[in-house]
Structure formats: structure tokens, C-alpha cells
Nanobody, 112 residues
Framework: QVQLVESGGGLVQPGGSLRLSCTAS????????LAWYRQAPGKQRELIAT???????TTRDSVRGQFTISRDNAKNTVYLQMNNLKPEDSAVYYC??????WGQGTQVTVSS
């Protein structure tokens, strides 16, 4: 069973950057599609970005050019680089694997 552990969240000022990491256990990481979601208080969880096993990516329209997903199969890790952060980006960010496994989430708060 794959387990996912996110890190890298925190408090950042508007305009700042964060890089989230999600490290997976298990030997199937390199052949698994991965994704980042976020959920703000009172809102539904929404898909932010996906990356296939071969590195093809998709990004939500509202954050395209602002957020970038990438992966390092040697480290069993997927990343979400977030730039020019805005207060509306505040949410709990979740990592998801193609096997249907979720991480525990990491809080991102954008505030001055």
C-alpha cells in the first residue's frame, strides 16, 4: 500500500513562493500518475495539477503559469512549485496517487 506524506506548507506573504513536496513509499511510484488538490474552508476539494508517469502535466486554468507540478522518480517525490501566491490560494493542499491514495494534507496560508 502506497503512503503519501506532504510537506512544505506554511505561512507566506502575498507574492511569495512555496514548494510543496509529497514523498511516497512503495515500489510503484515511477509508474503512477500523481496529482495535487486543494481544499479551502467551506469549499469543495479541487484539482490543481496532474502529472503522468512519463511526465506529461495538466494544470488548472486559474493557476496556470503560477503553479508547476514536477516529479523526481529517483526520490519518489512529486512537487508543486507555487509562485506569486495570493490570499485566495490559502487552503489545505493534498497529494493524490493514481492508486487512489491521499496524503494527510499540508496547510498553506497566504496572508500579510
Amino acid at each position: 500500500q502506497v503512503q503519501l506524506v506532504e510537506s512544505g506548507g506554511g505561512l507566506v506573504q502575498p507574492g511569495g513562493s512555496l514548494r510543496l513536496s509529497c514523498t511516497a513509499s512503495g515500489s510503484t511510484f515511477s509508474v503512477t500518475a500523481l496529482a495535487w488538490y486543494r481544499q479551502a474552508p467551506g469549499k469543495q476539494r479541487e484539482l490543481i495539477a496532474t502529472i503522468t508517469a512519463t511526465g506529461s502535466t495538466t494544470t488548472r486554468d486559474s493557476v496556470r503559469g503560477q503553479f508547476t507540478i514536477s516529479r523526481d522518480n529517483a526520490k519518489n517525490t512529486v512537487y508543486l512549485q507555487m509562485n506569486n501566491l495570493k490570499p485566495e490560494d490559502s487552503a489545505v493542499y493534498y497529494c493524490w496517487s493514481g492508486g487512489g491514495v491521499w496524503g494527510q494534507g499540508t496547510q498553506v496560508t497566504v496572508s500579510s
